[in-house]
């Protein structure tokens, strides 16, 4: 058999992998029901806040937790501050205005590689909460974010991811990270659905506190600084009998900022993609690599048939139009559900640039160590 043969039968059954699984997370999409459940309306909720150097935008994501239409006197807010070397904590405690409102600071002798996990380790630690919210400090959340994502709670359920969108903007790279983003989402939100949570973000989420201490918090996963989300809400999942759920509720949208330069938006992705291979769940690691290797073989076919061989761009551009049309598919299910002003003028060129994207930003972390607000971090 030809290597030609090979490569294009690799292919094919790549893109068929890739396919299925896109398929799998429209059909979770569709699973995806409004949450209503108001019983829960008095439990007492601690929002742990962890950050680091947000002096910029510390005081938007205050404002918006402070105004919270959830009863005053049943939430608390927690920032943590992980070392910052800048005046955002002075800027916090200048502001506050509401007494449940406190501010803490993990030393940096007290920190290990696992930073942020730390640092709401020791939030939950002092709180007293029986719902722990997390998010990030350049968050801006709407005034019934508390409200909307708390009908997600029955007695049944354990862990609640909520939708986080980028803030708009009319910048070209603005929007491509935009889209990008949401296509991250929307994957979470439908392996959520089709009943194998893997993927959230850590801006919106929440979780019973018997819940994180029955799987023993971040045990196990303290030598990994990215995962405090994913990781907690696999264990869950795994470990307990409590129900995954995500909120599709307008109001628990989350809106954060993109990053403003490409060395940023890399070194995030490549923090968030240094867990990928740690998943405790291994099929699900080898499904993801069964993606990048489609992904590789994909550039390897078209850059084939731009200096060799003609014949194998027809091939590779039928494999893109086949990856745009079941991405778009996606994409527009989850901007019907709970990503409404999620704007697609420039999807087409998002595409073309997801792939070397994906398989740059997928190696690096996976290899390398990357930074995050002043600090190198090792994988």
Not at 48 to 57: L, V
Not at 72 to 87: A, G, L, P, R, V
Not at 117 to 132: D, L, P, R, T, V
Not at 164 to 182: D, R, S, W
Request: hydrophobic letters at 40%.
């Amino acid at each position: 058999m030809s290597i030609n043969i090979i490569l294009i039968s690799a292919a094919l059954i790549l893109l068929g992998h890739y396919v299925y699984f896109l398929l799998e997370i429209l059909i979770g999409i569709k699973k995806l029901k409004p949450c209503t459940n108001n019983g829960k309306a008095l439990v007492h909720i601690s929002v742990i806040i962890p950050f680091r150097n947000e002096s910029e935008n510390v005081l938007s994501c205050l404002r918006s937790l402070e105004n919270q239409n959830y009863p005053h006197d049943k939430y608390e807010i927690i920032f943590i501050d992980d070392s910052s070397t800048d005046d955002t904590s002075d800027k916090l405690k200048n502001a506050i205005t509401k007494k449940e409102t406190a501010v803490f600071t993990l030393s940096e002798k007290n920190s290990s590689s696992a930073h942020k996990k730390n640092a709401i380790s020791y939030g939950i630690e002092k709180s007293k909460g029986e719902i722990i919210f997390t998010t990030d400090a350049d968050c801006i959340h709407s005034p019934d974010w508390l409200n909307s994502v708390m009908k997600c709670f029955d007695e049944q359920t354990g862990f609640v991811s909520g939708p986080v969108e980028l803030n708009e903007t009319k910048n070209l790279f603005g929007k491509l990270q935009k889209i990008e983003f949401a296509g991250l989402i929307a994957a979470g939100a439908g392996l959520i659905g089709a009943g194998k949570p893997t993927i959230c973000n850590g801006a919106n989420i929440a979780y019973r506190k018997s819940a994180y201490s029955q799987v023993n918090g971040y045990e196990g996963t303290l030598k990994f600084s990215s995962g405090d989300d994913e990781s907690l809400m696999q264990k869950i999942f795994q470990r307990t009998s409590y129900r995954v759920k995500f909120c599709l509720n307008q109001e628990s949208i989350v809106f954060t900022h993109a990053a403003s330069t490409i060395r940023e938006f890399y070194q995030q992705r490549k923090r968030w993609a240094s867990k990928g291979l740690f998943y405790a769940n291994k099929l699900f690691v080898f499904r993801l690599n069964l993606i990048y290797l489609f992904f590789l073989t994909f550039l390897i076919i078209a850059f084939y048939g731009l200096i060799s061989e003609t014949k194998f761009l027809p091939i590779a551009g039928v494999i893109l139009l086949i990856k745009i049309f079941a991405d778009f598919i996606v994409i527009t299910s989850a901007k019907k559900l709970f990503l409404p002003d999620l704007k697609l003028d420039i999807f087409l060129l998002a595409e073309i640039l997801h792939i070397p994207y994906l398989i740059i930003t997928a190696a690096s972390g996976a290899l390398g160590s990357y930074e995050w607000k002043g600090r190198t971090i090792k994988r």
